[in-house]
């Protein structure tokens, strides 16, 4: 078992920049594929962006490439979502989660634990 705590969300501007982190207990989260993923109201969940057990491969959902860089720490358990250039359209709830797989997952499926997500609001 996996719990996973985001933080870091809040209120910035358009073009502005934030970082979430993700914070796991229960296990090493070294043994997890890690990803960022968010929800707007009235929208589906949509990927934002995945790490590899070992940080070395990831995978970003188009609509943040370029923006958006996901690390990881796996001695202190954290993963870490910069983001940069922040439009309005980022804004949602985003979550982490964690998947027992070992490369950089892009759906929703692949994950097993979730957090309760952290609110981003940008405004123009």
């Known amino acids: 078992q996996v719990q996973v705590v985001e933080s870091g969300g809040g209120l910035v501007q358009a073009g502005g920049s934030l970082r979430l982190s993700c914070a796991a207990s229960?296990?090493?989260?070294?043994?997890?594929?890690m990803g960022w993923f968010r929800q707007a109201p009235g929208k589906e969940r949509e990927f934002v962006a995945a790490i590899s057990w070992s940080g070395s491969n990831t995978y970003y959902g188009d609509s943040v490439k370029g923006r958006f860089t996901i690390s990881r720490d796996n001695d202190k358990n954290t993963v870490d979502l910069q983001m940069i250039s922040l439009k309005r359209e980022d804004t949602a709830v985003y979550y982490c989660?964690?998947?027992?797989?070992?490369?950089?997952?892009?759906?929703?499926?692949?994950?097993?634990?979730w957090g309760r997500g952290t609110q981003v609001t940008v405004s123009s």
């Open positions: 229960g296990r090493t989260l070294s043994r997890y594929a």
């Open positions: 989660a964690a998947s027992p797989r070992s490369g950089p997952q892009g759906s929703s499926y692949s994950y097993d634990y």
